[in-house]
C-alpha cells in the first residue's frame, strides 16, 4: 500500500518556466489538498479537491491551477514559476472531513 | 477567520524529561484539533486529534493532548520523551464546516538531548 505518493521529489527551475506536480494515492480518498511549507510559517492550503473534478482555492492560490480529472490524482501545475515559489511542496489525502491526513514526502522546489 | 499559535518555536529537552509543547487557537465556532510530526525530510505523520468527546486525547507514540475550551489550547505533553522524538511537531485547526481544510501552527522543533 504505497499512501500518497508525490513526483518529482525534488526540482530546480529557471524563472519563467512551467511544470507540474502529481499527487496520486491508492486509498479511494475522496479529498485531497496541496500545501506548500516555508520555514517558520508553517503549512499554508493552496487548492483543494473535494471529489473528482472538483477544485477549489485555498489560502494562497496565486500563480498555481490544479486539476483533478480522476480521483485518485491531483495535480499542481505553475504556468510561469517565481522564486516566490520555491518551497516544499505537500499532497495530502482524506477519505472525510476531520478524519486526518495522510501526507505525500513532499516536492523540494527551488526556482533560480 | 481562524488562527493557530504554536507559543514556542524550538523546545529543547533532556532525554526521560517530560515535555509540554503549546498550541493555541482563535475560533468563534466549533472547531477540530489536529497534531502532526515531521521527521526530518518526511512528510507529516498525524498524532492525535480532537473531535468531541474527552477533552484529554491519547495519540500514537505516548503523546496525549488536552483540548481547554476555556482557554483555546491544545497543548501536547508526553511524561518521557526519547532521543527518537526530535522532530518538529504541528498545531492544526479545523472548524466543522470548512471541507476538512486544516489551518496550521507555525510548527515547533523538539530536540532531544542525551
Known amino acids: 500500500n504505497a499512501g500518497v505518493t508525490q513526483t518529482p521529489k525534488f526540482r530546480v527551475l529557471k524563472t519563467g518556466q512551467s511544470m507540474t506536480l502529481l499527487c496520486a494515492q491508492d486509498m479511494n480518498h475522496e479529498y485531497m489538498y496541496w500545501y506548500r511549507q516555508d520555514p517558520g510559517m508553517g503549512l499554508r492550503l493552496i487548492h483543494y479537491?473535494?471529489?473528482?473534478?472538483?477544485?477549489a482555492k485555498g489560502e494562497v492560490p496565486d500563480g498555481y491551477n490544479v486539476s483533478r480529472l480522476k480521483k485518485q490524482n491531483f495535480l499542481l501545475g505553475l504556468e510561469s514559476a517565481a522564486p516566490s515559489q520555491t518551497s516544499v511542496y505537500f499532497c495530502?489525502?482524506?477519505?472525510?472531513?476531520?478524519?486526518?491526513?495522510?501526507f505525500g514526502s513532499g516536492t523540494r522546489l527551488t526556482v533560480v | 477567520a481562524q488562527s493557530v499559535t504554536q507559543l514556542d518555536s524550538q523546545v529543547p529537552v533532556f532525554e526521560e524529561a517530560p515535555v509540554e509543547l503549546r498550541c493555541n487557537y482563535s475560533?468563534?465556532?466549533?472547531?477540530?484539533l489536529f497534531w502532526y510530526v515531521q521527521y526530518p525530510n518526511q512528510g507529516l505523520q498525524l498524532l492525535l486529534k480532537y473531535l468531541s468527546g474527552s477533552t484529554l486525547v491519547k495519540g500514537i507514540n505516548g503523546f496525549e493532548a488536552e483540548f481547554n475550551k476555556s482557554q483555546t489550547s491544545f497543548h501536547l505533553r508526553k511524561p518521557s520523551v526519547h532521543i527518537s522524538d526530535t522532530a518538529e511537531y504541528f498545531c492544526?485547526?479545523?472548524?466543522?464546516?470548512?471541507?476538512?481544510?486544516?489551518?496550521f501552527g507555525q510548527g515547533t522543533i523538539l530536540t532531544v538531548h542525551p
Open positions: 495530502a489525502s482524506s477519505p472525510q472531513e476531520n478524519y486526518g491526513y495522510t
Open positions: 475560533s468563534s465556532v466549533s472547531v477540530y
Open positions: 479537491s473535494v471529489g473528482e473534478g472538483t477544485t
Open positions: 492544526a485547526v479545523n472548524r466543522g464546516t470548512s471541507y476538512g481544510k486544516l489551518t
